[in-house]
């Protein structure tokens, strides 16, 4: 997860916004799980629907399978299938599988690099709280509701911000 500033008018707006590598999972997802049960996918065939370049979307595949969302069939008639039903994957895991562990600013990051006010920061756990409740955000969502995006959003499931997938 990156943060971003747009320009809205002459001010500028900030945002969360998702990688296009992320932004290209989740539409590899969504198109899986609309997939016919037990049928394999070619990436090929994904990247074409997309307009996903090929090999960019093959090593996205590949982090999929390795984090276990995803199997990999190998051969002529082979491709990829969820692990899971759609419903049980969830858009952090996802994210997470990506990206790594998803990070509001640096200090959160794995590698715990970048800031040199560790030592005294003051809003590292207040940041610690929104990054989980965002993330929780996310693993409320199942994949199997992006693939009703296109007759419309799912139904609300409260007052919940908006996340939308930038492409950078």
Do not use: F, W
């Amino acid at each position: 997860m990156l943060y971003a500033t747009e320009m809205v008018g002459n001010a500028p707006h900030l945002m969360i916004t998702l990688s296009k590598r992320t932004d290209y999972a989740l539409m590899a997802m969504a198109h899986l799980a609309g997939a016919a049960a037990g049928q394999p996918v070619p990436a090929r065939d994904i990247a074409g629907q997309y307009a996903i370049p090929s090999e960019l979307l093959a090593k996205i595949l590949q982090k999929l399978a390795r984090s276990g969302l995803l199997v990999s069939s190998p051969g002529p008639s082979g491709g990829y299938t969820l692990a899971r039903p759609a419903e049980t994957i969830t858009v952090g895991e996802v994210l997470a599988a990506v990206e790594g562990t998803p990070a509001l600013v640096q200090c959160m990051r794995d590698d715990h690099t970048g800031c040199d006010q560790v030592k005294r920061c003051t809003i590292r756990r207040p940041l610690e709280r929104i990054n989980e409740r965002v993330m929780m955000m996310l693993d409320d969502i199942p994949v199997s509701e992006l693939t009703n995006s296109s007759a419309g959003m799912p139904p609300s499931r409260g007052a919940a911000p908006t996340i939308r997938t930038i492409r950078t």
